[in-house]
C-alpha cells in the first residue's frame, strides 16, 4: 500500500464476537481509511464495530477470526457505459467489514443439504433468501471458511460508522449510501414457477427468482443513480441489496479469483483450523456452505476446472479433447475461450448460447465459471 499522508477514519472499539472456541472471546474493531495519490484505501482486521451472532451455527460451520484486510480504491471515479459484474467482494463499510452480497452455492438436489457448489442447476442461492439458509446474523452478515465476516444485506448496525449516509464505498471507487426507502432497487421478483427443478413459484430464494424492470424503482442495475450532479450506489432493503455490478473501473484490488479481498496471509492455517473443527462436529454437506473456500479441484478434466463439478464418466472421458480445444483457442492459456466468453456477455446465467469453434458451431448454457467469467459452456 502506498504511502499514506491523510488519515481519514480511525475506529477502535471493543465488542464480543462469539465463540471461536468452546469459550467466547472478545475482539476488537480496528480499521483505518486513508487517502494519498488519488487512492483511498483501507487498512482492517475485519472485525465488526458492533455485536454479531453465534458462529458456528445450524446453517455456517465457520468460526469468525481476524483478518489483515488490504483494499484500494480510486478517489475520482468515473461513470462508464456499460456494466461490469462484480464477484466476491464488491466493496467495502466504513467499519472495515467487506459487502460479499453474492453465495458460491447452487441448487443441487444430491446434496444432504440441497444446495452444494455444482453450477449445474443454473440456481444460485441468494443470501439474503427466505430461510436463511446460509446462517446470516442479525446483521445480514456471516462468516466464510477463512473466518472473514462479511455482509450480505444491509442491517442498522452498519450506520453505526456511517458518515452521513455514506456507508463505504463500492470496487470501482463510487461511494455507497443508505437512505432506506428513499431510494429503490429496479429489481422484481419474478411471477411464475420455476420452468426447472428445484421448481416451485420465484420466492427470492435464488438469484434467478429475479429479473432488472428498468424504471421501475429509482435506481439501476447495479443499484446506482445520479444524485445532484454524482454517480451513486445505494444499499437497499430489498434485492439486490448492495450493488452487484459496477459501472466504473474496477480496482485491481477486487479482481482476484472470485473476487477475493484483502491479504491472503493466514489462510492456510485457518482453513486447517476450521476443517479440524468441521471434523469435529461432523454431519452434513459441510463444502456447500464453505462459501468462499479455496477450490481444491486439483487436476481435474477442462470442463471441471471451467465450470466447476461435472458428474458422469463421460465428461472425464472428454479431457484430453476439450484441454486442446481450449489451449487452441486462448494461444495455450487454459481457461473459456474468447468466443464462448462473448457468447454470453449480453444473456443471464442459465440462458442458451452457442457460439463458432475451428470445428464449428457449438451450442449449450451459460454458466458462471471458478473465476467469475459468465462464459457458454457446451452441450457435451
Not at 480496528?30 to 483501507?42: D, L
Not at 429475479?210 to 421501475?216: K, L, P, Q, R, W
Given at each position: 500500500m502506498k504511502k499514506n499522508t491523510k488519515v481519514a477514519l480511525l475506529a477502535c472499539s471493543a465488542l464480543a464476537v462469539g465463540a471461536l472456541t468452546a469459550k467466547a472471546i472478545s475482539a476488537t474493531n480496528?480499521?483505518?481509511?486513508?487517502?494519498?495519490?488519488?487512492?483511498?484505501?483501507?487498512q482492517s482486521n475485519g472485525i465488526p464495530d458492533h455485536s454479531i451472532g453465534q458462529f458456528p451455527n445450524k446453517g455456517n460451520p465457520n468460526f469468525i477470526s481476524t483478518q489483515n484486510t488490504k483494499l484500494c480504491v480510486t478517489m475520482t471515479p468515473s461513470k462508464g457505459s456499460q456494466a461490469k459484474d462484480l464477484r466476491g467482494s464488491t466493496g467495502f463499510t466504513l467499519n472495515g467489514v467487506t459487502i460479499r452480497p453474492g453465495t458460491a452455492d447452487w441448487y443441487d438436489a444430491s446434496s444432504p443439504r440441497g444446495h452444494s457448489r455444482d453450477r449445474s442447476s443454473g440456481w444460485n442461492l441468494d443470501g439474503m433468501g427466505p430461510g436463511n439458509t446460509l446462517g446470516l446474523d442479525q446483521n445480514n452478515a456471516h462468516v466464510d471458511n477463512r473466518g472473514l465476516y462479511h455482509y450480505h444485506g444491509p442491517s442498522k448496525s452498519i450506520m453505526n460508522a456511517a458518515q452521513g449516509?455514506?456507508?463505504?464505498?463500492?470496487?470501482?471507487?463510487?461511494?455507497?449510501?443508505?437512505?432506506?426507502?428513499?431510494?429503490?432497487?429496479?429489481?422484481?421478483?419474478?411471477?411464475?414457477?420455476?420452468?426447472?427443478?428445484?421448481?416451485?413459484?420465484?420466492?427470492?430464494?435464488?438469484?434467478?427468482?429475479?429479473?432488472?424492470?428498468?424504471?421501475?424503482?429509482?435506481?439501476d442495475e447495479c443499484n446506482g443513480a445520479t444524485v445532484n450532479g454524482e454517480y451513486k450506489y445505494f444499499a437497499t432493503d430489498t434485492y439486490p441489496y448492495f450493488p452487484r455490478c459496477a459501472f466504473g473501473?474496477?480496482?485491481?484490488?477486487?479482481?482476484?479469483?472470485r473476487g477475493v479481498a484483502g491479504s491472503q496471509q493466514g489462510n492456510q492455517q485457518r482453513n486447517q483450523i476450521n476443517r479440524q473443527q468441521g471434523g469435529q462436529r461432523g454431519g452434513g454437506d459441510q463444502s456447500a456452505t464453505l462459501e468462499n473456500g479455496n477450490e481444491r479441484q486439483g487436476k481435474g478434466n477442462f470442463l471441471q476446472r471451467l465450470f466447476g463439478k461435472q458428474q458422469g464418466q463421460n465428461a472425464r472421458s472428454r479431457q484430453q479433447g476439450n484441454r486442446r480445444f481450449a489451449q487452441s483457442n486462448n494461444?495455450?492459456?487454459?481457461?473459456?475461450?474468447?468466443?464462448?466468453?462473448?457468447?454470453?456477455?449480453?444473456?443471464?446465467?442459465?440462458?442458451?448460447?452457442?457460439?463458432?469453434?475451428?470445428?464449428?458451431?457449438?451450442?449449450?448454457?451459460?454458466?458462471?465459471?471458478?473465476?467469475?467469467?459468465k462464459a457458454c459452456r457446451p452441450n457435451r
Open positions: 480496528q480499521v483505518k481509511i486513508t487517502t494519498s495519490n488519488g487512492q483511498r484505501c483501507i449516509t455514506l456507508i463505504g464505498y463500492a470496487a470501482d471507487g463510487h461511494g455507497i449510501h443508505y437512505v432506506g426507502s428513499n431510494q429503490t432497487s429496479s429489481w422484481q421478483l419474478k411471477k411464475g414457477t420455476r420452468p426447472s427443478a428445484p421448481g416451485g413459484a420465484y420466492d427470492g430464494t435464488y438469484n434467478q427468482d429475479f429479473e432488472y424492470v428498468a424504471g421501475s424503482g429509482s435506481l473501473t474496477v480496482s485491481s484490488d477486487f479482481s482476484g479469483p494461444g495455450g492459456r487454459r481457461g473459456p475461450p474468447q468466443q464462448a466468453i462473448s457468447a454470453c456477455a449480453s444473456a443471464s446465467i442459465g440462458n442458451s448460447c452457442s457460439f463458432q469453434t475451428p470445428r464449428g458451431n457449438l451450442s449449450g448454457q451459460c454458466v458462471l465459471t471458478p473465476d467469475q467469467q
